[in-house]
């Protein structure tokens, strides 16, 4: 697959517990159906504790208030601290990161409602190039859906 990205797409990273708006508040998070799956044979205290936050029927979290319920007082995210990154969800593995996909091209942005992908384009004195190479969601930070063949979750 071709991928088409601005020069400087590859210097995100997200910041996490530093970052003065959190995406993981004041907006629910849909959960694809094989982390919804994965979350829901977590066993022991954090496996009840994905349970007891999950509307498994509308595939999101329970927020918090405004917050993911799995957003600690650090502003870090408990699911990757207890079970890794490659447990994310897609919204949360993918966000800021927004696709289009037109036959054999995947063009991908970061969205300005991140402060940290704001703070890279907008600090940029030299003009905006995009770049077209082959390549791999992996390789551009984004989480593939995984197709899931069966809707029992537990």
């Known amino acids: ?4 990205t601005v020069s400087f797409y590859k210097e995100f990273r997200c910041i996490g517990g530093i970052c003065e708006d959190s995406c993981c508040e004041n907006w629910e998070i849909d959960l694809d159906d094989a982390s919804l799956k994965k979350y829901m044979k977590q066993t022991g205290a ?8 999950t509307r498994v029927r509308d595939k999101q979290f329970i927020l918090n208030g405004t917050r993911c319920p799995f957003l600690n007082s650090d502003n870090l995210c408990d699911i990757y601290i207890e079970m890794g990154e490659d447990c994310l969800c897609e919204t949360c593995t993918n966000f800021p990161r927004h696709v289009e996909e037109f036959d054999d091209l995947k063009e991908v942005s970061l969205t300005m409602s991140c402060p940290e992908a704001s703070r890279i384009m907008l600090a940029r004195n ?3 190039t995009f770049e077209y190479r082959e390549g791999t969601d992996v390789e551009y930070g984004l989480k593939q859906p995984v197709p899931v063949r069966s809707i029992a979750f537990w």
């Open 1 to 4: 697959m071709k991928y088409g």
């Open 46 to 53: 954090f496996g009840k504790r994905l349970k007891d936050n």
């Open 126 to 128: 030299e003009k905006m």
